[in-house]
């Protein structure tokens, strides 16, 4: 008999790779599933095996969320709907290319399903949820948000944009019911690296499985963690790191120039 539900769970991005693993970890401690991919084949197929293996009440929805009409159709789902009780914004895609090699359409592709669909996404539920007093919010960003240099420099810096969004949404939400936990993985061995370029990082010795990554990232959700970063093997490195930017920010209220930016000093320069 199929214990009582958690709430829907609406994944997107989870026909494959962290997605499912999320699909299947979620519907194992009891949530109820909103499957959102583009490949309904594959969604069917996972909608199937998990309602056997685990009795939940499982739908799919295919939809490409770079589609204008397809995302407002989840965003009304996620506003109207009042069994969704989590969203996971996984979907997303990755490039290795530079900018002298990356196809401008490709980045702006990227931009809008990286950036434009989880923020759209994250508005639709968010007041939904602040109404009901609870919900939760797991947008996946990347360790390349923080080490921006390693991979593509729009596909690092969308993810620098999901770790800043959610602590704006983590300052907005606190105190009204809803949790905003942002995961930042590192190279994970998912099909991700085929659609960027460099299938050869899944066999890296350094690449975490998706069902590794998904399992500790649920752990950090359990500990009430704001930021979980699964590969990052000393929680105090985080810590410290994000106490200094926080204090860094006071000191940029000073209504004059340093003096190191002062003619003189130019001058000296030259």
Excluded: C
Aim: hydrophobic share 45%.
């Amino acid at each position: 008999m199929t214990s009582s539900s958690k709430g829907f769970a609406l994944i997107t991005g989870a026909s494959a790779g962290i997605g499912a693993i999320y699909a299947d970890r979620l519907a194992k401690r009891g949530f109820d599933l909103i499957l959102v991919a583009r490949n309904q084949t594959r969604l069917t197929a996972l909608a199937e095996r998990l309602t056997q293996e685990t009795g939940r009440s499982i739908e799919t929805v295919a939809a490409d969320l770079s589609d204008k009409a397809a995302l407002a159709t989840i965003e009304t789902l996620l506003r109207e709907d009042p069994r969704i009780t989590m969203l996971v914004n996984n979907a997303g895609v990755g490039s290795v290319a530079s900018v002298l090699d990356g196809d401008i359409d490709s980045m702006e592709s990227m931009i809008n399903l990286n950036i434009t669909a989880l923020t759209r996404l994250t508005y639709a539920v968010a007041p939904a949820f602040v109404a009901r007093g609870s919900g939760t919010i797991i947008n996946i960003s990347s360790v390349v948000g923080i080490a921006v240099e390693l991979l593509n420099g729009v596909y690092s810096a969308s993810k620098s944009y999901v770790l800043s969004f959610g602590h704006a949404l983590q300052r907005d939400l606190a105190g009204k019911g809803v949790r905003v936990q942002t995961v930042l993985p590192a190279a994970t061995a998912t099909e991700f690296w085929d659609v960027a370029g460099y299938a050869k990082q899944k066999e890296a010795a350094s690449t975490m499985t998706a069902d590794d990554l998904v399992d500790a990232a649920l752990v950090g959700l359990d500990q009430g963690e704001l930021v979980t970063i699964p590969t990052l093997q000393d929680g105090d490195d985080w810590t410290k790191w994000e106490a200094d930017r926080r204090a860094l920010a006071p000191r940029f209220a000073n209504a004059t120039a340093a003096s190191r930016y002062t003619s003189k000093n130019v001058a000296t320069a030259r």
